[in-house]
C-alpha cells in the first residue's frame, strides 16, 4: 500500500490513505468505472490486505467521473465466449462473486459513496458493505434481463429482501431508481446531498473507530431523508406487491395489464414495456432466482448464482446473453431477437437446467473462503 497521506495511482483502482482510513476509488471514467477484471482483482486484494491490517479502521469505495459503477465489463466476457472460452468469462465472474462475499462478511465497516450510476455490477461492489451512500445524482438500476443474463452479483439476496415484493419488480423489469427511492428501499442507508459530500469525506477520514454506530452518526452529521416523487413506484407498494408476488412471470404481465385498465400510472405502462422486451429465458430464471434467494443466505446465493451464469455463458439452452450485450452494448440497435423468442417456449426443464451443477468434470463450482456469519445488507439500518 501507498505511504500515508498518498495517492497511489495503481491505474484502474486509486488508493488514498490516512492514518485509519483506506479510499478505494474506481477509475475508469469513460468506461462508466465498468468493472474490470484488474480492478476486481486489485480490489479483493486491497479488501484482504485491510482486513488484516489492525491500523485500518474503515473502507470508503467511491468513483471518479460521473458514475459510481456502471456494472461488469462483460463486453470483454463476451469476447471470450466468441472465441470459444466460456471458462474464461466465468473466471472473471468467479473473482467478481468471491470480492462480493467478501464485501457481505467484512469484519470492518465499508461506505460507498454511490453519486451517479449504480448498476449490475456496481450494486455488487456496495450494497454488500455495510453503508451505502446516495446523493441526488443516484441512479440505480440492475438491467440484466434486457441483457440476456439475470440480476446476478448476489443480488438473489438483496434484492429479495427489499420490502414486499419490490425486489422482483427491481430485477426483472430493469427499472430505475434515484438516491431518494434507494434510501426509500433501503438499498441505500443514508441520504447526503451532493453540496454536503466533501465534508463528510473529509470527517470520514478523520475518523478513528471501526464502531458502526460511530461511523452512522458521522454519516448522519450530513445526510437528511430525501422526499420521494409523488409518481414514484415505491408509493405503489400495493400494486407492486399485487402484481409481483404472482407465482409465474406471465401471471405478472396479465395482473400489471389489468392494473393498467383502470390505472394511467406510466410506471405501470413502463414496466409491462420492458417485461415484454427483456429476454424471456432472463426472466424466468430471474424470477426463479430471487424466489429461492428470499429462504437463502448470501453464500448460497453467490454459489448457485455463480452456477446460473456458467450455464449462461455456456448458451447451452439459450446465447440471448451474447445476442443482448450484441444489441445493446456493441451494435446498439436496442433490437434483440431472443431465443427462444417467447415465454411459452422456455419450459421448466430448461430453467431447472441453469441451477443444477456444470456437466464439466474439469470444471468447480465457486468455493467461497470461510468467513464469519456476518451479512451487512441483513442489519442494513441502524
Given at each position: 500500500m501507498a505511504a500515508p497521506s498518498s495517492t497511489d495511482h495503481t491505474d484502474q483502482v486509486l488508493v488514498q490513505e490516512t492514518s485509519c482510513v483506506r479510499t478505494f476509488i474506481l477509475n475508469r471514467p469513460k468506461q462508466l468505472n465498468a468493472l474490470s477484471f484488474e480492478m476486481v482483482s486489485q480490489l479483493l486484494e486491497l479488501f484482504l490486505l485491510c482486513e488484516n491490517d489492525s491500523k485500518v479502521k474503515l473502507i470508503i469505495l467511491k468513483s471518479s467521473g460521473r458514475a459510481f459503477c456502471?456494472?461488469?465489463?462483460?463486453?470483454?466476457?463476451?469476447?471470450?465466449?466468441?472465441?470459444?472460452?466460456?471458462?474464461?468469462?466465468?473466471?472473471?465472474?468467479?473473482?467478481?462473486?468471491?470480492l462480493n462475499y467478501i464485501m457481505a462478511t467484512f469484519s470492518?465497516?465499508?461506505?460507498?459513496?454511490?453519486?451517479?450510476?449504480?448498476?449490475?455490477?456496481?450494486?455488487?461492489?456496495?450494497?454488500?458493505?455495510?453503508?451505502?451512500?446516495?446523493?441526488?445524482?443516484?441512479?440505480?438500476?440492475?438491467?440484466?434481463?434486457?441483457?440476456?443474463?439475470?440480476?446476478?452479483?448476489?443480488?438473489?439476496?438483496?434484492?429479495?429482501?427489499?420490502?414486499?415484493?419490490?425486489?422482483?419488480?427491481?430485477?426483472?423489469?430493469?427499472?430505475?431508481?434515484?438516491?431518494?427511492?434507494?434510501?426509500?428501499s433501503g438499498l441505500a442507508t443514508h441520504f447526503v446531498p451532493l453540496e454536503r459530500l466533501s465534508s463528510l469525506e473529509e470527517a470520514?477520514?478523520?475518523?478513528?473507530?471501526?464502531?458502526?454506530?460511530?461511523?452512522?452518526?458521522?454519516?448522519?452529521?450530513?445526510?437528511?431523508?430525501?422526499?420521494?416523487?409523488?409518481?414514484?413506484?415505491?408509493?405503489?407498494?400495493?400494486?407492486?406487491?399485487?402484481?409481483?408476488?404472482?407465482?409465474?412471470?406471465?401471471?405478472?404481465?396479465?395482473?400489471?395489464?389489468?392494473?393498467?385498465?383502470?390505472?394511467?400510472?406510466?410506471?405501470?405502462?413502463?414496466?409491462?414495456?420492458?417485461?415484454?422486451?427483456a429476454s424471456p429465458t432472463s426472466l424466468r430464471i430471474s424470477l426463479r432466482s430471487i424466489r429461492e434467494g428470499r429462504l437463502q443466505g448470501v453464500g448460497t446465493c453467490l454459489t448457485r448464482e455463480f452456477r446460473m451464469v456458467c450455464h449462461v455463458l455456456r448458451g447451452d439452452f439459450s446465447k440471448d446473453f451474447v445476442e443482448g450485450c450484441r444489441a445493446i452494448l456493441l451494435d446498439k440497435d436496442r433490437n434483440p431477437k431472443w431465443d427462444p423468442s417467447k415465454l411459452e417456449l422456455v419450459t421448466d426443464e430448461m430453467v431447472h437446467h441453469y441451477f443444477d451443477k456444470v456437466d464439466d468434470g474439469d470444471w468447480r463450482d465457486l468455493e467461497l473462503p470461510s468467513r464469519p456469519s456476518l451479512s451487512s445488507f441483513a442489519i442494513a439500518k441502524l
Amino acid at each position: 500500500m501507498a505511504a500515508p497521506s498518498s495517492t497511489d495511482h495503481t491505474d484502474q483502482v486509486l488508493v488514498q490513505e490516512t492514518s485509519c482510513v483506506r479510499t478505494f476509488i474506481l477509475n475508469r471514467p469513460k468506461q462508466l468505472n465498468a468493472l474490470s477484471f484488474e480492478m476486481v482483482s486489485q480490489l479483493l486484494e486491497l479488501f484482504l490486505l485491510c482486513e488484516n491490517d489492525s491500523k485500518v479502521k474503515l473502507i470508503i469505495l467511491k468513483s471518479s467521473g460521473r458514475a459510481f459503477c456502471a456494472g461488469g465489463d462483460v463486453a470483454a466476457v463476451v469476447s471470450d465466449i466468441k472465441q470459444g472460452n466460456w471458462k474464461m468469462g466465468a473466471e472473471y465472474f468467479r473473482k467478481e462473486f468471491t470480492l462480493n462475499y467478501i464485501m457481505a462478511t467484512f469484519s470492518k465497516p465499508q461506505v460507498s459513496i454511490l453519486n451517479g450510476i449504480v448498476m449490475g455490477g456496481g450494486a455488487g461492489a456496495s450494497v454488500h458493505g455495510r453503508f451505502r451512500v446516495a446523493t441526488e445524482k443516484t441512479v440505480f438500476a440492475m438491467p440484466e434481463t434486457s441483457l440476456g443474463l439475470f440480476p446476478d452479483v448476489g443480488a438473489s439476496y438483496f434484492l429479495s429482501r427489499l420490502p414486499g415484493f419490490f425486489g422482483e419488480y427491481l430485477g426483472l423489469t430493469g427499472s430505475r431508481l434515484d438516491g431518494a427511492e434507494m434510501f426509500a428501499s433501503g438499498l441505500a442507508t443514508h441520504f447526503v446531498p451532493l453540496e454536503r459530500l466533501s465534508s463528510l469525506e473529509e470527517a470520514l477520514r478523520n475518523n478513528n473507530s471501526s464502531d458502526p454506530v460511530d461511523i452512522s452518526l458521522i454519516i448522519s452529521e450530513f445526510s437528511e431523508v430525501p422526499k420521494l416523487k409523488e409518481n414514484s413506484p415505491y408509493n405503489q407498494m400495493r400494486i407492486i406487491n399485487r402484481c409481483f408476488s404472482k407465482r409465474t412471470v406471465e401471471e405478472i404481465i396479465f395482473a400489471l395489464e389489468n392494473e393498467a385498465a383502470n390505472n394511467q400510472d406510466d410506471w405501470i405502462s413502463s414496466a409491462i414495456q420492458s417485461l415484454k422486451k427483456a429476454s424471456p429465458t432472463s426472466l424466468r430464471i430471474s424470477l426463479r432466482s430471487i424466489r429461492e434467494g428470499r429462504l437463502q443466505g448470501v453464500g448460497t446465493c453467490l454459489t448457485r448464482e455463480f452456477r446460473m451464469v456458467c450455464h449462461v455463458l455456456r448458451g447451452d439452452f439459450s446465447k440471448d446473453f451474447v445476442e443482448g450485450c450484441r444489441a445493446i452494448l456493441l451494435d446498439k440497435d436496442r433490437n434483440p431477437k431472443w431465443d427462444p423468442s417467447k415465454l411459452e417456449l422456455v419450459t421448466d426443464e430448461m430453467v431447472h437446467h441453469y441451477f443444477d451443477k456444470v456437466d464439466d468434470g474439469d470444471w468447480r463450482d465457486l468455493e467461497l473462503p470461510s468467513r464469519p456469519s456476518l451479512s451487512s445488507f441483513a442489519i442494513a439500518k441502524l
